[in-house]
């Protein structure tokens, strides 16, 4: 028995000029992160920043995997690749990957350090990520320069856009952020190169913790409209969990490191 795959749209043919819109803005918005980057590791003495932006870059090679599972089609003729391995991958989508799971970790760590957390300033972050996730998405879905698809079509979508992708997309990077906060000293020296797949790792675990039961449904031949909905709510219900049990964990560390002896003596 083989894997169960509805029919991808494979004569959608790849939108160049919208891609090139797409790409340049996009390559804007990435470079002025990355002159970010160098601009504080020449005044702070720390590549984190750029580590990171190359560390979302790298995570870029989990996006044909998240196709597979989640049913996103990027149209093959006439593309604008910029690498090929389990599938073809455009070039417009590596810029969104060092923003998303490179630039948001960051710039979210950064936040962190200065000792200033709130559980209300945490959810405040998850809105401007799914604000950021929608603003990249919802008009780039209109163009055809990638789909979403299922059997018929996929469950809770609005122009295009189902929305449990909000919580399958915004889960990694937040991760992502809360290891590097909770393990501020674990990745120097020998280990430092490893920092690089922090984000990659992130993004991977987070996709497929979030996704399995809408991914599942997705997939499975046969099931009814309404499983598929209790699918995407369920992943909603678990990236939500997710975010929650982040933000907790980093509500905790922000305090342990305000007053380390009554964190010990708790």
């Known amino acids: 028995m083989g894997f169960n795959f509805p029919t991808a749209p494979a004569r959608l043919v790849f939108p160049h000029a919208a891609h090139l819109w797409a790409n340049g803005l996009l390559w804007v918005v990435a470079g002025a992160l990355v002159a970010f980057a160098l601009i504080e590791m020449v005044r702070k003495r720390s590549a984190l920043g750029l580590t990171l932006l190359a560390g979302g870059a790298l995570a870029y090679f989990n996006e ?9 089609w990027h149209p093959r003729v006439h593309q604008d690749t910029v690498f090929n391995t389990i599938g073809p991958i455009p070039m417009w989508g590596l810029p969104t990957y060092i923003i998303f799971f490179g630039a948001i970790p960051w710039l979210l760590l950064r936040e962190l350090r200065r000792g200033r957390f709130t559980l209300r300033a945490f959810w405040i972050g998850v809105l401007l990520t799914f604000a950021a996730d929608l603003a990249i998405e919802l008009p780039l ?4 320069l990638y789909v979403y698809y299922a059997h018929g079509s996929p469950p809770m979508s609005i122009a295009r856009f189902p929305l449990y992708w909000l919580l399958i997309n915004t889960t990694g990077p937040l991760f992502c952020a809360a290891i590097l906060f909770q393990a501020r000293d674990y990745f120097r ?3 430092t190169p490893f920092l690089l797949l922090v984000p990659v790792v992130a993004d991977a675990s987070c996709s497929i913790a979030v996704g399995l039961p809408v991914y599942t449904t997705l997939h499975a031949p046969g099931v009814s409209e309404l499983v598929r909905w209790l699918g995407a709510l369920l992943s909603c219900v678990i990236g939500v969990f997710i975010l929650d049990v982040l933000a907790r964990w980093i509500l905790a560390r922000t305090a342990a490191l305000r007053d380390p002896q009554a964190a010990r003596s708790g």
């Open 141 to 144: 879905l209109q163009t055809n």
């Open 189 to 191: 020296g020998w280990r």
């Open 64 to 72: 044909p995997v998240d196709d597979i599972l989640g049913l996103v």
